[in-house]
Nanobody, 116 residues
Framework: QVHLVESGGGLVQPGGSLRLSCAAS????????MGWYRQAPGKEREFVAY???????TYLDSAKGRFTISGDSAKNTVYLQMNSLKPEDTAVYLC??????????WGQGTQVTVSS
């Protein structure tokens, strides 16, 4: 059974930092990509960042320069370092994977709240 488990969310003041982690287990096929989406109350789910198995990264425009995604392919783990956080970054952050069979798997999400 596939599990994606996120951790690292929490409450932080504007300008602060958080580091999210996501560990995937139970996936038999190769992972092509791991990344993050986020969903704020009353809003559509929004892409944040992903990293491919080759190390290529892609970011939401508003995350560029503030967020850094990295991964450990041996551990099927992805990280999202978030700096200079803003109140508009408040959302549930969801980890996902895309396998070489074009299957998507999702985690349950971790809450990030940016507030003074």
């Amino acid at each position: 059974q596939v599990h994606l488990v996120e951790s690292g969310g929490g409450l932080v003041q504007p300008g602060g930092s958080l580091r999210l982690s996501c560990a995937a287990s139970g996936i038999i096929e190769s992972i092509n990509r791991m990344g993050w989406y986020r969903q704020a109350p009353g809003k559509e789910r929004e892409f944040v960042a992903y990293i491919t198995s080759l190390g290529t990264t892609t970011y939401l425009d508003s995350a560029k320069g503030r967020f850094t995604i990295s991964g450990d392919s041996a551990k099927n783990t992805v990280y999202l370092q978030m700096n200079s956080l803003k109140p508009e970054d408040t959302a549930v952050y969801l980890c996902y994977t895309l396998t070489n069979r074009n299957k998507n798997y999702w985690g349950q999400g971790t809450q990030v709240t940016v507030s003074s």
